[in-house]
């Protein structure tokens, strides 16, 4: 969690550079419209009113999720199959 004054491009750039996160791992919770500008690095954007409640971080893993579709849980049944080796 960080508050940082200005472009929330620049943040996300630090913040980036900092974790090595992938912008397209990121989920924002934002309560400014103009702050959706950080989907253009990639980042999932997700517009909150009154802050984040159960129902605002479930709607945004929604959103998340539907950017990244799983493929198959190959793992699943427990079977092991699948499992990259070492």
């Known amino acids: 969690m960080e508050i940082y004054p200005g472009s929330k491009i620049k943040h996300f750039?630090?913040?980036?550079?900092?974790?090595?996160?992938?912008?397209?791992?990121?989920?924002?919770?934002?309560?400014e419209h103009r702050n959706k500008e950080v989907e253009s690095?990639?980042?999932?954007?997700?517009?909150?009113?009154?802050g984040v409640n159960d129902r605002a971080f479930e709607s945004g893993l929604v959103e998340w999720r539907k950017?990244?579709?799983?493929?198959?849980a190959e793992d699943a049944a427990g079977d092991g199959e699948g499992a990259s080796e070492g």
């Open 13 to 31: 750039k630090q913040l980036h550079k900092k974790t090595g996160i992938p912008y397209s791992e990121m989920l924002f919770f934002d309560d």
């Open 41 to 50: 690095l990639g980042v999932t954007f997700c517009l909150v009113k009154s």
């Open 67 to 72: 950017r990244h579709p799983v493929e198959v």
